[in-house]
């Protein structure tokens, strides 16, 4: 069971990037797909989380309208493109399977950084 990102790397402020993140061990369809990232001295934060169906899909107030999660289940893959970054979305950005009812943790990756700076 694993679970690698790829995608980050530095950018301009508002740049683009896409985060990828490719499931192994499991099927990806089963279960909800999110992202979390973790700046420097913060703690880990919620970014956006899409159910199986892809009807339902979340994201922290700060990344609506700019960041958009998709998956396709047939690659078993998660993405997370992100439009006009900004300097505070500089972050290792970890990708995360859970259950669908009891939202427990099943897998997760070691993240990729995610640098927004002029």
């Known amino acids: 069971v694993q679970l690698v990102e790829s995608g980050g790397g530095w950018v301009q402020p508002g740049g683009s990037l896409r985060l990828s993140c490719v499931a192994s061990g499991f099927s990806s369809s089963n279960y909800i797909m999110s992202w979390d990232r973790q700046a420097p001295g913060n703690e880990r934060d919620f970014v956006a989380d899409?159910?199986?169906?892809?009807?339902?899909?979340y994201y922290r107030d700060s990344v609506k309208g700019r960041f958009t999660l998709s998956r396709d289940d047939v690659k078993n893959t998660v993405y997370l493109q992100m439009n006009s970054l900004k300097p505070e979305d500089t972050a290792v950005y970890y990708c995360q399977a859970r259950n669908r009812i009891t939202r427990t943790l099943y897998a997760w990756g070691q993240g990729t950084l995610v640098t927004v700076s002029s």
């Open positions: 899409i159910d199986r169906d892809d009807i339902i899909t």
